[in-house]
């Protein structure tokens, strides 16, 4: 089959399953999307969004854990990402979201010794990654987190706090080191 038909193929597969794509979508092979959590008795159905020209490359996973995850239009999801939208994550219009890159949106609370964590409920922290945003490869955007229009985000970074509009940020804790131009 040629590129075009599996494209088709896949969008075809991905609809069936209840994501919503918009026109012009790729979906390069083994890209995984999850709508309903395997962690709860009772599953709530997600929800999944692709907007216009959305490009997803090879084995990116979506599960949506019964949150929302919405990608904007003619944003680039590279190799091998990974999005939890437990909590929901919104990702803006013209992303580039670079390869190995994790954004979970939620986390565990942390109990006393007396229980275990495991036991303890999900707590939901939505992330939301504005408009024309670079995320570098191999980044981790925790829960909570808001990255502002036009942010650069470098590689290997842990983005724990919010990141305001045209910040250039690096590192482990993530940090601010200046400003497009």
């Not at 399953?17 to 599953?43: C, T």
């Not at 929800?47 to 490009?55: F, N, P, S």
């Not at 939208?85 to 992303?95: A, E, L, P, Q, S």
Request: proline share 4%; net charge positive; glycine share 12%.
């Amino acid at each position: 089959m040629d590129l075009k038909l599996n494209n088709i193929y896949r969008i075809f597969r991905a609809r069936l399953a209840g994501i919503s794509i918009s026109k012009g979508v790729q979906l390069e092979r083994n890209v995984m999307f999850h709508l309903h959590s395997p962690f709860f008795e009772k599953p709530s159905a997600g929800k999944i969004q692709l907007m216009d020209e959305v490009k997803i490359s090879t084995g990116t996973v979506i599960h949506s854990y019964g949150g929302a995850v919405n990608l904007g239009k003619e944003t680039f999801i590279g190799p091998y990402v990974v999005i939890y939208g437990h909590g929901n994550v919104d990702i803006g219009k013209y992303c580039l979201i670079s390869m190995h890159t994790c954004i979970v949106s939620s986390n565990h609370t942390i109990p006393g010794k007396d229980r275990l964590i495991k036991n303890e409920p999900d707590l939901a922290l939505p992330v939301t990654i504005h408009d024309d945003v670079w995320i570098g490869a191999n980044c981790t955007i925790l829960g909570g987190v808001n990255i502002g229009k036009g942010a650069v985000i470098g590689a290997g970074s842990i983005v724990n706090i919010d990141i305001p509009e045209y910040a250039v940020a690096v590192g482990n804790p993530v940090r601010i080191i200046r400003y497009r131009d």
